[in-house]
Nanobody, 124 residues
Framework: QVQLVESGGGLVQAGGSLRLSCAAS????????MGWFRQAPGKEREFVTA????????YYADSVKGRFTISRDNAKITVYLQMNRLKPEDTAVYYC?????????????????WGQGTQVTVSS
């Protein structure tokens, strides 16, 4: 069992930055691949970025490449999402997710555990 708690969301102007954190707990949480997804009002939840359990591989949606960076600190069992050059279309609830199986990291169906989400609002 893995529990995930996101933090760091808020209101920011376009062009600004935010860093989200996802703290994981559970005996084997550090061995899980982690991902970030987001869901805007009226839209489906979509993939943002993911990282393998040891940080060896990362994946990004085209819409965030070059602006967002995912990283993890396994000593703290925490995953970070650094978001730079934010745009109004980045506005959404951001969810952290964890999975033991790294085969479907860009799909919601690939994850077993989800956090409650944190709101990110980018004003124009």
């Amino acid at each position: 069992q893995v529990q995930l708690v996101e933090s760091g969301g808020g209101l920011v102007q376009a062009g600004g930055s935010l860093r989200l954190s996802c703290a994981a707990s559970g005996r084997t949480a550090s061995t899980y691949a982690m991902g970030w997804f987001r869901q805007a009002p009226g839209k489906e939840r979509e993939f943002v970025t993911a990282i393998t359990w040891n940080g060896g591989s990362t994946y990004y949606a085209d819409s965030v490449k070059g602006r967002f960076t995912i990283s993890r600190d396994n000593a703290k069992i925490t995953v970070y999402l650094q978001m730079n050059r934010l745009k109004p279309e980045d506005t959404a609830v951001y969810y952290c997710a964890a999975t033991k199986v790294a085969g479907m990291l860009t799909r919601t169906a690939g994850y077993n555990y989800w956090g409650q989400g944190t709101q990110v609002t980018v004003s124009s």
